[in-house]
């Protein structure tokens, strides 16, 4: 199963990219894992936030494939905690699902066409995160997830 998370625009901050990169690289070891990046919108002034949200939309479901399995990583989503979420990912792994696609919104967060093509929204917290930020929390998680499948010990709960 080859997981992506889908990010709209460049992780601008340094230390924020290494974060990233460190956990890209231990999930090396434990599947198929990439960043897939939707080039970020330019002129953004001259719209409306919603005008905003439907021309990244147009671009999300561009990238998408009908076999895709789509979850929106969403603050309203399903709260889960970390072994909650490997045994998603568990379950996932042994279904007919082959692409799981994780998806950050941009900085105004989803149109509802690509709620409408969602098949599970994730919340990682109540509170808002920046759509920065939200890639390396969820790089994180996912590196957990894999590490608590795997018995490592990286996990205490
Ligand atoms: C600044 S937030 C957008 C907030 C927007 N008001 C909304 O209702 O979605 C940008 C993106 O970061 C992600 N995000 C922020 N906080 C999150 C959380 N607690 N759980 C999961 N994803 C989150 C979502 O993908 C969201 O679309």
């Given at each position: 199963?080859?997981?992506?998370?889908?990010?709209?625009g460049?992780?601008e901050?340094?230390w924020?990219k290494?974060?990233?990169?460190?956990?890209?690289?231990r999930?090396?070891f434990?599947g198929k894992?990439e960043i897939?990046?939707?080039p970020?919108?330019?002129n953004t002034?001259?719209l409306?936030?919603d005008q905003?949200?439907?021309?990244?939309?147009?671009?999300?479901?561009?990238?998408?494939l009908?076999?895709d399995?789509?979850?929106?990583?969403?603050?309203k989503?399903v709260q889960?905690?970390?072994?909650?979420?490997a045994e998603?990912?568990?379950?996932?792994?042994?279904?007919p699902?082959?692409?799981?696609?994780f998806?950050?919104?941009?900085?105004?967060?989803?149109?509802?066409?690509v709620?409408?093509?969602?098949?599970?929204?994730?919340?990682?917290?109540?509170?808002t995160?920046?759509?920065q930020?939200?890639r390396l929390f969820?790089?994180e998680q996912?590196?957990?997830?894999f590490?608590?499948?795997k018995?490592?010990?990286?996990h205490?709960d």
């Open positions: 199963m080859k997981i992506t998370l889908l990010i709209i460049k992780t901050e340094n924020l290494e974060g990233i990169d460190k956990y890209l690289k999930l090396k434990y894992v897939a990046e939707i970020e919108l330019k002034k001259a409306t936030r905003q949200k439907a021309k990244e939309a147009e671009l999300i479901l561009k990238r998408l009908p076999t399995h789509i979850i929106l990583l969403d603050e989503g889960l905690t970390s072994r909650q979420f998603y990912l568990d379950k996932k792994a042994v279904s699902v082959s692409n799981l696609v998806i950050v919104g941009g900085p105004y967060g989803f149109d509802e066409s709620y409408q093509k969602a098949n599970d929204k994730l919340s990682l917290s109540k509170m995160f920046s759509h930020m939200v969820f790089a996912l590196y957990r997830a590490t608590i499948l018995g490592e010990p990286y205490h």
